[in-house]
Structures are given as structure tokens and as C-alpha cells.
């Protein structure tokens, strides 16, 4: 085999790997990885709610989405087109009936992924921002926008929601050069 020469940048390295591999075996290791005394390891089920999306022609389509992923996240990784998203940080969030929590984030950013959430685990969602409600009624006509209108990115998901239906209304123009 090739002999390489013992310079401090190569026994630095070796060093190094060799710690790595260690931490690395001992993060495997079955002591670490069992779970507490008198708690059940968690399983896929305990994260994974199913959602049923109805696009513009009726058609249904039954998805599995992973809880605390938004909407728009889970339309992605399952190729349902729904625009881009409207991303931002959380403008507030309510912690208790009398305490609203200014998070000081931009909230939304676009209208284009407008959904309707039916079903279960509806009232889980969070409170439409005035900032989505604003956008909602900027980029939809009135009589596009419902109670149960929400925009995608905003809606996380919580294990309540499992078996929830989400209409996805026609699309509006975004591509336009």
C-alpha cells in the first residue's frame, strides 16, 4: 500500500476521524437510543396525519402529512401545485385568553396558496393573522374568500388534524414574465 508521510495536518486528521468515529459508534449504541424507563418509543403513527385535497375539478387525493409541517410543505413534497408560497415569520402568537405574544416576525408574504380546511382538527389551526386576512382579501375576490379560507404556509399541522379535507380553489396567474 501507499505510505503517506506523518505530517501534523495528516495525524491532526486522524485524530480527529478517530474521535468522530467514536462519538459516532457510541450515539448508535443501543443504551442511547432505548427510551426511558416506563415511556413507549415514539412511532411514525404519533407524527403522521392523513389529509385529503380536492383540486379545482373535484378530484380527490389522499396524503399523508407529518406533524408540524405546514400545508404548503406537505403540497410540495406530494406535487400538488399550489403557487408559491406565502412564508414569514409568525406575527403574534395567542398563549393564553388574555395574552398575545408579539413574535415580531413579517407574516406572510403573498396570497397565492389560498386553501379551505374542513373537517377535522380545524379549530387546532391558529387564528388567521390580520396580515393573512389582508393578503386574502388582496389576492382573491370576494366571493373566492370564506370562513374556512386560509393560506397554506400558515396552517401547521397537529395530529388533530388527521383526516382533515383541503380545497384547493383554481390557481391564480403567477408565472406571468
Excluded at 23 to 47: E, F, H, Q, Y
Excluded at 77 to 106: C, K, N
Amino acid at each position: 500500500g501507499v505510505k503517506i508521510a506523518a505530517t501534523p495536518l495528516t495525524m491532526a486528521f486522524r485524530l480527529i476521524s478517530q474521535r468522530l468515529t467514536g462519538a459516532a459508534l457510541r450515539s448508535m449504541s443501543t443504551s442511547a437510543m432505548a427510551p426511558a424507563a416506563g415511556s413507549a418509543a415514539p412511532s411514525i403513527k404519533d407524527v403522521i396525519v392523513n389529509l385529503t385535497f380536492v383540486d379545482p375539478s373535484g378530484a380527490r387525493r389522499k396524503v399523508p402529512g407529518l406533524v408540524g409541517h405546514n400545508l404548503h410543505e406537505t403540497c410540495l413534497v406530494h406535487g400538488i401545485d399550489i403557487g408559491p408560497s406565502s412564508v414569514g415569520g409568525a406575527v403574534e402568537a395567542v398563549r393564553s385568553d388574555t395574552w398575545t405574544e408579539p413574535l415580531f416576525g413579517e407574516g406572510p408574504s403573498s396570497g397565492y396558496d389560498h386553501v379551505l380546511l374542513v373537517g377535522n382538527g380545524v379549530e387546532t389551526a391558529p387564528k388567521k393573522s390580520h396580515v393573512e386576512d389582508k393578503l386574502l382579501n388582496q389576492y382573491w375576490d370576494l366571493d373566492e374568500i370564506f370562513p374556512e379560507s386560509r393560506l397554506a404556509a400558515m396552517v401547521t399541522l397537529t395530529k388533530a388534524m388527521d383526516g382533515m379535507t383541503v380545497y384547493v380553489p383554481d390557481r391564480l396567474v403567477d408565472d406571468i414574465p
